[in-house]
């Protein structure tokens, strides 16, 4: 009867202790992302979001950093989706399944965690000194689309490879090609999981600083990027510029705070929907 | 040949040279950055780079040393932080609450994996720096700093994978313990816990390479001073920070070590994931 009573008590001790970690991660969570939005959320309106600094830092808005990260994020997608998604296909559904596949299998998810700032320094070596692109939107989108190429490889992969292969046998016992058996039955069925990793890869190029540090992004410009060749301000990259030079810490930390707001809004919001697309695709799903 | 099957060949090339062109893409940075990094560690001598505690790159001394300590100085504290908050919060969802709560709260984390890391670097810049240095002392720009940040950044890696191998153990094991009399602790402790132990590993490692390889973060509040840090209240550098702080102005021999540092990390994270990889098939062919 002792033992029981003793087993019982260490129990509730564990349940505690478990319920109480729990809590602190999202007690310390929680305090940070309140203090980010209420400091945030009294430096941000209208003006903000669209007018350009003003006052060497100290004021305005930050309009060009939200257009830079557009315009990275557009185009490292434009770059890695199709490749990736096209790499992927053939992968899965032509190639043969031996050691070689698999060897690339296994580079491919190492490159997926190789540290940002290793991409930033390959940018800057191959993008910006040896193509002679300079620092501007091509050579960021480039490494920023280069770094989520094995992200979106292998999402896409996953997705392909949940396709159950009676829907492939089915189609092709019906006399269709391979091709019109990938395009018709494979793709329509893996849409979903495909969508969400590509959004997921979205939200990561939106808010990575290392590999554009010395690829595209500038602290401050006074003019609208007009091509592709132009140096871009960039919302992460602004935050951190804003917190580390400058010469009024105090009217600076102002707007980052808003900076950062706006970043983290952005960023969850396109997870969020990524999430969201994921749950839907996974109820509809037939089989 | 007919149409639809000349077609269909094309289709196939075209697929095999995007898919090739892809892994080429990946396959050259690999080399690039060996290629860069590696003539200059093996013309001063590989242990220097490793073991040398000078670093000032415009005079050609290229001492390491001090960033790999920085870089799994941070990485240990925030191991410390991340793995026992990280694996109660696993073990309380799987083991501990209801269904729906687990619904709600899953999505959450793997909202929070999403948050940008320069955001994390600015709360740490704005409420954990001046809190280490008003109760703590020092400039609060310290090991320490970096450590609860990271701790905090590798939780949803922790829990989400930990969740994962937890959610894999078959419920007959569970069952079984629990009708031989043991309680739902005991079950956890004895029974679940070891059987979800490769994937609990894993989870670990994986956390630990983000941490290693995290760099917008750390430079904000590591505080970056080449030294070797005799508390956790000493600013250090990282391997990362280091090449994100003088990249932009380097050249020549500096810029070559550099690359270097980019070998090492490199390096590092390979020897990280094949770890992670081993032991998470491990659980599989359990």
Redesign the interface.
Known sequence: MDNRKW??I??QM??L???T??L??FI??GI?LY??FVRGIKVINWGFLTKMPENGMTSGGIFPAILGTFYLTMGAILFAL???I??A???TE??VQGKVIRL?R??????A??????????G???FVNYCKFGVSILSGSLTLG?MI??VI?RASEEALLLVPNGFREASLALGA???QTIYKIVLPNAIGGIITGAI?GV??V?????PI??TAATFYTMKLPNSVFSEVMAL??H??AL??EGSHPKEQ?AI??GA?LV??VL??G???IA?VIRNYYRRKKKW | MTTLERNEKLIQLALLMIALSAISILAIITLFIFKEGMPIMFKYGVNKFLFGLDWYPTEQSFGLLPMIIGSLAVTAGSLIIGIPFGLACAIFLTEFSSLRLRQIIKPIIELLAGIPSVVYGFMGVIILVPFIREHLGGSGLSVLAASIILGIMILPTIISISIDSLQAVPRSYREGSIALGATKWQTTKMVTLPSAKSGIIASIILGMGRAIGETMAVIMIAGNAVSIPHSVLDPVRTLTSNIALEMGYASGEHRQALFATGVILFIIIMILNTIANATAAKQRTK
């Open positions: 087993r019982e260490k129990q564990g349940f202790a478990l319920r970690s729990a602190i991660i310390i969570l940070l203090f980010l199709p490749l990736g096209m790499a296909i053939y992968m032509y190639a690339i296994i580079g491919i998810s190492n490159l965690s190789v540290p940002s700032i290793v991409f930033g320094l390959f800057l070596a191959l280069i190429l094995p490889i090609t391979k091709w997921l939200g990561r939106a808010g990575e600083t290392a540090l010395f992460p990259y935050i951190y917190m580390t930390k980052a705070y950062s970043l983290i960023v969850l396109i997870n969020m999430i």
